[in-house]
């Protein structure tokens, strides 16, 4: 084996790939860029936002790093699945997962049909499950893995007129503790993350005295960023957290 073909078979081993859905904006835009700066290649997926999801895939390719980016509407099992084994029938070893994706409603309990709990749970909650017990399998194979749940302030407290969200948000919660006790001895971590008020298009149907009045309600006093949860989910899955798993962190300001 000569110098060259040595150096570039390290290359390779080196390489890491993160897998990441709904990443065409907002949060999980900005997990995708901040690992793609890291070094990993990064297997997304979309939905509606088609532009923002090309542009998203040339900025990351100018890191230098690999991009499979997918159209999939998470609410369909067969399109949930094809992006993932798409994924790593490119990539090989998956090393980072984050489950980001997922849609709100504001609406009042009563009004709620069969119809809103079923797009909510199956976005939110089902998608996850799909998407991870096919990395599971994957992680499995490599005996090391790291995996990111994102759910919400509301899952960990509810929120008023957002009773589907918040259980969702909940039982991605229940999921993360109990999948950290089945699969920590196979070295794979398992945590999740709930923002509090981050600044996404998710929240622009709040009026200016709403946004106002959570601010008050936070110690910093200020609104959170998608980049203050890009780098907690950086952090995960870095080497330095080998010891935290299990665990529901909040990026909330200092919520009281």
Known sequence: ??????????????????????????????????????????????????????????????????????????SKSDETKNFVNESIKIFKKIDVLINNA????????????????????DINFKSIVITTQLVLKNMLNYKEGKIIN?????????GSCEALYSASKSAIIGLTKALSKEYGLMNININAITPGFIQTDMNNNLTLDEINSFKETTSLNRLGTPNDVAELALFLANEKSSYITGQIIGVNGGIF
């Open 1 to 74: 084996m000569t110098k060259k073909s040595f150096c570039s078979k390290i290359n390779i081993m080196k390489e890491k790939t993160l897998l990441i859905t709904g990443a065409s904006k907002g949060i999980g835009a900005e997990c995708a860029r901040l690992f793609a700066k890291n070094g990993y290649n990064v297997a997304f997926c979309y939905n509606k936002s088609k532009l923002e999801a090309e542009n998203l895939e040339k900025e990351l390719l100018s890191y230098g790093v690999k991009v499979f980016c997918v159209k999939a509407d998470l």
């Open 102 to 121: 997922g849609i709100s409603l504001k609406k009042l309990f009563i009004d709620c049909d069969e119809k809103d709990y079923s797009k909510i749970f």
């Open 150 to 158: 994102i759910s919400s302030l509301w899952g960990e407290i509810g």
